[in-house]
């Protein structure tokens, strides 16, 4: 799955089973005969898999989401038996794109904090984040927090004025 420029990729399955291999077509003696494995990649790149899905020692994990940290997110099923009954993992599956842009630097594992330098830009705008998966909480009474920082050389005794052209406040 491929997305735009500054998209990022969720995978969700509503449905997963995960069964023993029946009527294999060649016989496997090990781990995995068959498997789906989720990459954060636009190719199987075995330094950035997500999850991997086994038929004899996996969890299916339904109602779950799997998230990219760029535009791409590649899926592959293998099977090392083939199976004259069909696949022993049985699942259905969503995906969608969020827009993740930002009109500052990102903060490394931080679900939305900016950083906005002013030798990159003397002026510019910034914003809530679009990416509605930010919002996502798995508690609910947990807020969402998003650190914006303005920052200038202190050599030069800069200051930053912040001018607030439109405000909205979701009512609780």
């Given amino acids: 799955m491929q997305g735009q420029k500054d998209e990022i990729v969720r995978l969700y399955f509503p449905s997963f089973r995960i069964n023993r291999i029946e009527s294999p077509i060649q016989l ?82 931080t679900s939305c904090d900016e950083v906005f330098s002013s030798w990159r830009s003397p002026s510019g705008w910034f914003r809530s984040p679009l990416n509605t998966l930010v919002y996502k909480r798995s508690d609910p009474t947990e807020d969402v927090r998003c650190l914006y920082r303005f920052v200038t050389d202190k050599r030069l005794y800069a200051r930053v004025i912040l001018s607030i052209e439109t405000i909205n406040f979701k009512d609780l």
């Fill in 28 to 109: 496997f003696d090990g781990d995995c005969g068959e498997s789906l494995t989720l990459y954060d990649a636009s190719w199987p790149d075995d330094s950035r898999i997500i999850k991997t899905f086994c038929d004899t020692f996996s969890r299916a994990m339904e109602k779950h989401d799997f998230v990219s940290t760029g535009n791409s997110l590649f899926v592959r099923f293998e099977s090392k038996t083939g199976s004259y009954s069909g696949s022993s993992l049985y699942y259905w599956a969503h995906y969608d794109f969020f827009n993740n842009s930002r009109y500052g630097d990102r903060v490394p594992d």
